[in-house]
């Protein structure tokens, strides 16, 4: 056996050569560092790629965890989303009903309607006259006879009023307040209430579902926690052998890091494609429902900017939780 | 070169591993480290490696007091060193090339360098020809050569071998060991723990000699290179 470590070349004096690499490392400039320091992160980010893929299933169930916690509150609040829209117009279709004092006269009925009418959020107001009302009401009701038998109208002259599109429900019911309180308005109502109390339980279930998220978001946290300390585990002997040589914490901290980003991004790409497959699924019910309404909603999906937040999400939650299991376990691991 | 003085080892639950240890290694000097098993061979090694700190003396290697290389520094400071294991330590799921090249990649290299220096070593330690297999699918003797090759792939001023020979046959031993004459030869500083007097015999090196944590003479060993 002969290797060449005998030849007494000038090159292979280590001591010189230490010093010409030294030299260089100083006189490369700011930008081959840069790119060096580039190329190894790098490497790193397609070589922590290549050990995932090395283990599918293990990564596929990493990542599956993650995904349905992903999933789940994504799902969901873009359903929350679309009702929000759907009741949003109907919120338009909201009537305000004044019905007058009885002893009121027509024409102060007329100058009332018209006050109301040059209100700035109101569109439409119609007056509907007691007699009118009774006629009405007698015609469609089949009660004729007996209202015959009465001898006053017991009905009121109805302003009914329009409010203009894209005002606020506050202002509309701000709106019933101060009109309700006219000494010529026996009763004001909104025929929105049952409206109001939609948008009160959706707001509930906006709060419940963000605490759902919350707390998936910690089990994502915990799940890549604990997939990068088995890995860190498998990985001992890799670990001491790297410290042994010179490899620094950040070094090695390094391709866990970008693991758990991986994980999050597989995770985060999954449940898109889930919420994506489950908005197919129920858009032709959805069709079929708001066909009885005449209204033909168009569902809509998670789109391009929310798939990319899933996709972020997931991959931020991936790196914290990588970054909470390798902060607690490769400090223990030390070369003994 | 590696200087000793009044180094004492205690582990937190033994008696002394190393009592009152000193020695000086020239600068490009090779010698042995021998004693029976527990005289505290491999207590020594660590404490240049900075794996374990000494409980009282001091050691210097290059001009470089230990004592104050901490926290990120030992990692950088390890790169001045080769160290080759008893049981290789290769890392088994990486090829030849990827093992040698491990100190390279560590230390910022850049890819061309890479592979450079790795065919360089790999050439040096007759393993070329293995650059792509696994360490598995090779003998004994070759996984001990990967070893060394990445030991010595970063250039390091130092060698610290702990029984590199204790895995292998007399022949392979002998080599083993004249590969380490070749780098000494160039100028780096080897120290080898081995109780495997024949060979230590058979070679014309100066060995320390540890005796239950005791060195059996204060020992001034001359650098080869004068
Ligand atoms: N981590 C440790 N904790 C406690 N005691 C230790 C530790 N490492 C070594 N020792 C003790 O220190 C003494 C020296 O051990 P060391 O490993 O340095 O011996 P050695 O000369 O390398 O032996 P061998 O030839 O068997 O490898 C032994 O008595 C051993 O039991
Ligand atoms: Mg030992």
């Known amino acids: 056996m002969t290797p060449r470590g005998a030849r007494p070349a000038p090159d292979r004096q280590p001591r010189s050569e230490a010093v010409s690499v030294q030299a260089r490392n100083h006189t490369i400039g700011l930008g081959n560092r840069l790119s060096a320091w580039l190329l190894g992160h790098l490497h790193t980010i397609v070589f922590s790629l290549g050990r995932l893929a090395r283990a599918p299933l293990a990564t596929l169930m990493t990542a599956g965890v993650i995904a349905i916690s992903l999933a789940l509150p994504a799902g969901l609040y873009v359903l929350l989303d679309n009702l929000r829209t759907v009741s949003g ?17 027509l024409e102060q009925a007329q100058a009332f309607a018209d006050e109301i009418r040059s209100l700035p959020e109101v569109d439409a107001v119609t007056l509907i006259p007691a007699d009118q009302a009774l006629e009405e009401f007698r015609r469609t009701s089949g009660f ?33 307040e101060t009109l309700g309180s006219r000494d010529a308005v026996e009763l004001a109502q909104l025929d929105m209430e049952w409206l109001e109390r939609l948008f009160a339980m959706m707001d509930i279930v906006l709060h419940a579902i963000a605490i759902i998220a ?37 070094f090695i901290r390094r391709p866990f890091l970008y693991g758990g980003i991986w994980y999050g991004l597989l995770g985060g790409l999954v449940a898109w494609i889930v919420v994506s497959i489950g908005m197919g699924v129920i858009d032709d019910p959805v069709q079929q429902l708001t066909h009885l309404y005449q209204s033909g909603y168009q569902l809509r999906g998670l789109g391009f900017g929310g798939g990319m937040s899933l996709l972020l999400l997931g991959g931020a939650l991936g790196w914290c939780g990588a970054w909470l299991a390798v902060g607690r376990h490769l400090r223990a691991i030390e070369p003994t | 070169m590696i200087r000793f003085q009044s180094v004492t080892k205690r582990y937190p639950d033994n008696a002394e591993a190393l009592s009152s240890v000193s020695f000086r290694l020239g600068e490009g000097a090779m010698a042995f480290l021998t004693g029976h098993s527990g005289a505290g061979k491999s207590t020594l090694l660590k404490l240049i490696a900075l794996i374990e700190r000494p409980t009282q003396g001091e050691i210097e290697i290059d001009g470089l007091n230990l004592a104050g290389i901490r926290g990120r520094h030992i990692a950088h400071f390890r790169r001045r060193l080769g160290i080759v294991f008893q049981n290789h330590g290769l890392l088994m799921d990486r090829t030849v090339f990827d093992n040698v090249a491990l100190p390279l990649v560590i230390a910022g290299f850049r890819h061309q360098d890479i592979a450079k220096r ?14 792509k297999k696994l360490p598995v699918t090779l003998s004994a003797g070759e996984q001990q050569r990967v070893g060394i090759a990445r030991a010595v792939v970063n250039k390091p001023t130092v060698l610290l071998a702990d029984e590199p020979t204790g895995n292998l046959d007399p022949e392979l031993s002998r080599e083993v060991m004249h590969l380490f004459e070749q780098f000494n030869q160039v100028g780096v500083t080897i120290l080898v723990a081995t109780h495997d007097i024949d060979l230590i015999r058979s070679l014309d090196h100066p060995a320390l000699r540890l005796d239950h944590g005791k060195l059996s003479l204060d020992t001034e060993l001359g650098s080869a290179a004068e």
């Open chain 1, 89 to 105: 117009q109907w919120e338009q279709a909201a009537q305000v009903s004044l019905f007058l004092r009885q002893d009121l006269r």
């Open chain 1, 144 to 176: 004729g006879d007996a209202l015959n038998a009465l001898n006053e109208n017991p009905l009121p002259t109805v302003l009914s009023i329009q409010p203009r599109v894209g005002v606020g429900a506050a202002r509309i019911k701000l709106l019933v």
């Open chain 1, 214 to 250: 919350v707390l998936l978001g910690l089990g994502v946290l915990l799940a890549v926690g604990n997939t990068i300390r088995l890995d860190i585990e498998n990985r001992r002997d890799e670990i001491v052998v790297s410290k042994l040589i010179g490899a620094t914490n950040a």
């Open chain 2, 118 to 131: 790795v065919h360089a070593a790999l050439d040096m330690v007759g393993l070329l020809r293995h650059e």
